[in-house]
């Protein structure tokens, strides 16, 4: 079998992540959802990553 | 001061300064702000290494690797934007997977592109000094230090 270009492979990963890109940016645009990776309004404090998920339940 | 060598080394390394600065940060207690900044300075500087490539391109604008040379320079940057999509721990892996692929992007320029001498030792230095801090960082997130 004939072993595909570097220059197709990426091609390939360009269009891949490209494509990525535009359809993330898509989604944040008409809905709420809002990347991991940017944080939400709530997790703009300054308490550690391991606390911040035990933050979101209520001490009664 | 005004040698290029001496120049990229300085510039290099105080680009280094600020994931170490985030690591800082995360052991004082500053949490998901100090790694959602580290990764934020972490995907900028990926970037930035792909553009070299661009760079190179345009001062061989008539030779066959031209168009190889434009087509990687924009991969780091789209790699790295897609990163930031992810919780940091994730992210961290992303970018790191980056810096070793945009080393290896370079190391194969040696033999196609003159390079300064100084270039893939100094390369090879600050990728290093950056995958090192990343995996702490992620060490840090992972410990709950």
Redesign the interface.
């Known amino acids: 079998m004939k072993r595909p270009k570097t220059g197709t492979l990426l091609m390939g990963l360009f269009l891949l992540l490209w494509a990525a890109a535009m359809v993330g940016l898509v989604v944040i645009g008409f809905t709420n959802i809002q990347p991991a990776g940017i944080g939400s309004s709530s997790s703009t404090n300054s308490a550690p990553i391991s606390q911040h998920s035990a933050e979101t339940t209520h001490d009664e | 001061m005004n040698d290029s060598k001496s120049m990229a080394r300085i510039l290099g390394w105080s680009g280094i300064l600020p994931l170490v600065l985030a690591n800082f940060a995360?052991f004082k207690?500053?949490?998901?702000?100090a790694?959602?900044l580290g990764?934020l300075y972490a995907a900028i500087i990926l970037s930035f290494l792909g553009a070299i490539h661009w760079g190179l391109a345009l001062d061989r604008e008539q030779e066959r690797e031209a168009?190889?040379l434009l087509?990687?320079s924009?991969?780091p940057a789209?790699?790295a934007?897609?990163?930031?999509?992810?919780?940091?721990p994730?992210?961290i892996l992303i970018l790191i997977l980056g810096f070793i692929a945009q080393w290896l992007a370079d190391w194969r320029l040696r033999s196609r592109v003159q390079l300064p001498a100084w270039f893939m030792p100094l390369r090879t230095g600050l990728t290093t000094a950056v995958i090192v801090l990343l995996a702490l960082m992620l060490a840090q997130?992972l410990t709950?230090?």
């Not at chain 2, 207690?29 to 702000?33: F, K, L, S």
């Not at chain 2, 934007?81 to 940091?88: D, E, H, K, Q, R």
Request: aromatic share 24%; hydrophobic share 65%; net charge neutral.
């Open positions: 995360f207690g500053y949490g998901i702000v790694a959602t990764n168009p190889m087509l990687w924009v991969i789209l790699w934007f897609m990163a930031l999509w992810w919780a940091p994730t992210a997130i709950g230090t």
